[in-house]
């Protein structure tokens, strides 16, 4: 960490101790947690990471890997999710988030630990799958409509906001839509799994320069 983020850092324990904020709970003013700067939350259903729906967790899971955090999850009953911090810049970090209820409720969780890092509904990365691209295949979406994603449309809802950046993982839509919802929560086919590693692999560049490059201020674009 840069003198700057140890000094940062020294002010916020001051300030804890002084305010005595190390009790159980966590608070929810932002100059408590100076150094979170983004959240990336993994979509998908607890209990079910091998399946489409939920490869937003699986990205999750190659992003802490490459981080060095894949050891460092831990549950958090308050927002209802496991939770990892990851070295952003020299001081700042990253929340890492995988909820623990299901997909068309994820939003609670994203919503909650949003408030507890104080952060904005634009500094909150959904990653989630997307039937209307082929498997192999990113699109990195900054706010819209929730295109028919019960996850999305769960974190719109209790965000209050559509502005959360999406890296939407393609999964592809099966030809009959009678088929679609064993499509969703089927697993990876074996040939398919080929594909998994290099394409999480993507997910993370994308997503690790995305957020590096709006880290560095306003002038670094949307």
Same mark, same amino acid.
């Given at each position: 960490?840069?003198?700057?983020?140890?000094?940062?850092?020294?002010?916020?324990?001051?300030?804890?101790?002084?305010?005595?904020?190390?009790?159980?709970?966590?608070?929810?003013?932002?100059?408590?947690?100076?150094?979170?700067?983004?959240?990336?939350?993994?979509?998908?259903?607890?209990?079910?990471?091998?399946?489409?729906?939920?490869?937003?967790?699986?990205?999750?899971?190659?992003?802490?890997?490459?981080?060095?955090?894949?050891?460092?999850?831990?549950?958090?009953?308050?927002?209802?999710?496991?939770?990892?911090?990851?070295?952003?810049?020299?001081?700042?970090?990253?929340?890492?988030?995988?909820?623990?209820?299901?997909?068309?409720?994820?939003?609670? #969780?994203?919503? $909650?630990?949003?408030? %507890?890092?104080?952060?904005?509904?634009? +500094?909150?990365? &959904?990653?989630?799958?997307? !039937? /209307?691209?082929?498997?192999?295949?990113?699109?990195?979406?900054?706010?819209?409509?929730?295109?028919?994603?019960?996850?999305?449309?769960?974190?719109?809802?209790?965000?209050?906001?559509?502005?959360?950046?999406?890296?939407?993982?393609?999964?592809?839509?099966?030809?009959?839509? #009678?088929?679609? $919802?064993?499509?969703? %929560?089927?697993?990876?086919?074996?040939? +398919?799994?080929? &594909?998994?590693?290099?394409? !999480? /692999?993507?997910?993370?560049?994308?997503?690790?320069?995305?957020?590096?490059?709006?880290?560095?201020?306003?002038?670094?674009?949307?």
């Amino acid at each position: 960490m840069s003198p700057s983020g140890l000094l940062r850092a020294e002010l916020w324990l001051s300030r804890a101790m002084s305010r005595r904020v190390l009790e159980p709970g966590w608070p929810t003013k932002r100059w408590l947690f100076p150094w979170c700067g983004r959240q990336v939350a993994g979509l998908g259903n607890p209990g079910l990471p091998g399946t489409r729906h939920s490869v937003g967790m699986a990205v999750l899971g190659q992003l802490a890997r490459r981080l060095g955090v894949a050891d460092s999850w831990t549950r958090d009953r308050r927002c209802v999710a496991d939770l990892a911090l990851a070295p952003l810049g020299d001081d700042a970090q990253l929340v890492l988030l995988r909820p623990r209820r299901l997909m068309n409720a994820n939003g609670r #969780s994203v919503a $909650q630990a949003a408030k %507890l890092f104080g952060l904005t509904a634009e +500094e909150v990365y &959904l990653v989630h799958d997307e !039937l /209307d691209k082929p498997l192999g295949k990113l699109a990195l979406k900054l706010g819209g409509s929730a295109r028919g994603h019960n996850g999305v449309r769960s974190c719109i809802s209790c965000l209050n906001s559509s502005a959360m950046p999406r890296l939407r993982v393609g999964i592809g839509r099966p030809t009959h839509q #009678s088929a679609v $919802q064993d499509h969703v %929560l089927g697993c990876f086919s074996p040939d +398919e799994q080929e &594909l998994l590693p290099p394409l !999480l /692999d993507r997910a993370t560049d994308l997503l690790l320069e995305h957020i590096r490059a709006r880290s560095q201020g306003p002038s670094s674009g949307p």
